[in-house]
């Protein structure tokens, strides 16, 4: 296998662009532009290549031959309806197919290049649409390139596929893709359906018939902060994994968990979203040679987070990771003046949080992580053959 790491990029992703949206895309024009100042692209090893756009024949592992019909439709209809597009959530745009089919090969280049060995980790910030259902757009989401990239590395050979989305939101359309699929197992953290969008996500889904098992989801209560949601990932995540033995780690790494973020109410830090990324490194590391994809996600506080998140997830998957203190280039922050002007411009690549974090015990008095914590494990583990009791597991 070639080391290094392939970044798929290409300003032309910047057309997956709904209007006035939330998901604007200048969060991953910043994102790459900071990146490449603070010298992350350059580094030894990194290959960055322009996407082509995903074909037909790979859209319709996913999605269902009418749904894309609709998709490149519905541009052209002012009063188009149906099939979950031309809502407030999702917006009809103009080549909304091509843009679309754009971010899921980009996202199929990196995973590509990480199955056939060109490249230990891959990587698409423009991705992470993991919404996205069959035959419906939902949650800003066209197409859902993560199970575009999944399915293709199942028709290639790979037989065991972890995906683990640390985005706020559910990862719901990944997990209905592959609900009855015992070969990918989909593993999500996020606040509590209870409080948020989608709605699912509650730790009884554990996977359908021949595929129990294969669903893990950690539903976290509204203000989890640093301490609690690293403490909720590592009783759970890496127990899970490794149990599973997969031959790639895929993962989306949605911004959207920080506690600025205007669409959600979980309390993490720049520093704590960082500590994610490199935990997630390091499982990839001990448990698949390395080999790793990895996309962006939600994420709307498009200046004060986004770019200093997904430049730290870029450092993690292309070498050392940026030490917390480092400051934001000047040429940077005039681009994001530029671009947001009544926006607050970070000066340094930290929130100055503390990530540490108590390891999870079952004993004592639980608070609402630990309640959270010990659903998931009771939930999924002994169908995994561990034992939900014994933090060793």
């Not at 309806?81 to 091509?98: C, Q």
């Not at 994994?241 to 790494?253: E, G, I, K, S």
């Not at 704590?272 to 490194?281: E, S």
Request: charged share 20%.
């Amino acid at each position: 296998m070639a080391d290094g790491t392939v970044v798929v990029w290409d300003e032309t992703l910047l057309g997956y662009d709904m209007g006035d949206h939330p998901l604007d895309p200048v969060r991953v024009e910043l994102t790459m532009a900071l990146a490449r100042e603070l010298g992350v692209l350059d580094r030894p090893g990194v290959r960055v290549v322009a996407p082509t756009p995903a074909g037909d024949a790979a859209l319709t592992r996913v999605h269902r031959p009418d749904y894309l019909d609709a998709v490149r439709a519905a541009p052209d209809d002012p009063f188009f309806s149906g099939w979950g597009l031309n809502t407030p959530d999702n917006p009809v745009f103009d080549d909304m197919h091509a843009a679309s089919a754009l971010i899921c090969g980009a996202t199929l280049a990196a995973a590509e290049a990480v199955w056939r060995g060109e490249a230990r980790r891959g990587v698409n910030i423009a991705g992470g649409l993991h919404h996205a259902m069959p035959a419906r757009a939902a949650g800003f989401c066209v197409y859902n390139d993560p199970a575009v990239a999944i399915a293709r590395l199942l028709d290639l050979g790979a037989e065991r596929i972890a995906y683990i989305d640390i985005d706020v939101h559910h990862g719901d359309g990944v997990q209905v893709i592959f609900y009855d699929d015992p070969r990918v197992l989909t593993v999500s953290l996020h606040e509590t359906p209870l409080a948020l969008f989608p709605g699912t996500g509650f730790p009884e889904e554990t996977g359908g018939p021949g595929a129990e098992g294969s669903s893990v989801n950690v539903a976290l209560p509204p203000g989890t902060g640093d301490a609690g949601w690293l403490r909720a990932f590592h009783a759970v995540v890496p127990s899970v994994v490794r149990a599973f033995r997969p031959q790639v780690l895929f993962t989306q790494c949605g911004a959207d968990s920080h506690r600025l973020d205007p669409l959600a109410d979980l309390r993490l830090s720049v520093d704590g979203q960082r500590a994610a990324h490199l935990a997630l490194r390091a499982l990839a590391d001990d448990l698949c040679d390395g080999r790793w994809v990895a996309t962006g996600g939600g994420g709307y506080a498009l200046v004060e987070v986004v770019p200093r998140t997904w430049t730290h997830l870029l450092a993690a998957a292309t070498g050392e990771p940026i030490a917390p203190a480092t400051l934001t280039p000047l040429g940077w922050r005039d681009l994001a003046h530029e671009r947001c002007p009544r926006r607050d411009i970070p000066l340094r690549m930290t929130d100055d949080a503390d990530t540490s974090h108590r390891p999870w015990q079952p004993e004592g008095e639980p608070d609402a992580v630990d309640r959270a914590i010990m659903g998931t494990r009771r939930a999924v583990f002994p169908l995994l053959g561990l034992d939900p009791y014994d933090p060793r597991d």
